[in-house]
């Protein structure tokens, strides 16, 4: 795996058992742990059933997978498992866009935060680290350039069905989500829960249909 680059001086990570190699700028610092919501300075919130049975979505032909959040907190980076189905060479790109009036305005505009990942595995976990957002309406992304690239969807965490909602392409999923979990600084929280940590979106949803196929992922 190897990171090319990174938007406006943030940090993009991958997740090695326990070791975490963190790329900053021109140093390279080997931490234990790492940051992603494993040591006591950061707190990481899953937005998916980890317990579930994963169904396959690939990433291919410009596609893209999204998750909608609202914070009530600022968060510092998120996390999401990948799959590839061969050794083809990849790039995959993580990105945190502000929201902004639906979710292909959104996508379409610049990211406040994005790493570009390369040659990533089966079963790799990406992380990517930046300055504390503060609290509002995000959206956070993957998206990959090689068509053997994809993801898992999986259920959903009950108590956050009607605050995180999960994008494959432009269409929204109406059940299960992506395998996404967003970090706080554990002192930004305070012992909130996953639950608390996230508001109901603040606007009104227009309704969207899944994807035809939703136990693929295919449009066909």
Known sequence: MRILYTV?????MIKKSVLMITF?????TVIFAGCSGKTSKFTAFD??????APIPYM?????????YINPVKAFCGFEVSLTTV????NKVMLAVYRYDTDYPTTIAGDPVAAGIFENVK????????FEDLPAGRYVLTVSADGSDVGIYRQ????????????????LRLETGAFPFSVTFRTSNIKGLTASEVLALPDYSWNVEQEPENPD????S
């Open 47 to 52: 937005l998916y059933n980890q317990t579930s």
């Open 86 to 89: 061969s050794e083809a060479e």
């Open 155 to 170: 259920a959903a965490v009950p108590s956050m069905e009607e605050k995180v909602h999960f994008y494959y392409h432009h």
């Open 59 to 67: 990433l291919s032909d410009g596609k893209t997978v999204g998750a």
């Open 24 to 28: 900053c700028l021109l140093t390279i």
């Open 122 to 129: 089966t079963d790799e976990k990406l992380y990517l680290q």
């Open 8 to 12: 406006k001086g943030y940090t993009a």
């Open 216 to 219: 693929s992922g295919s449009e």
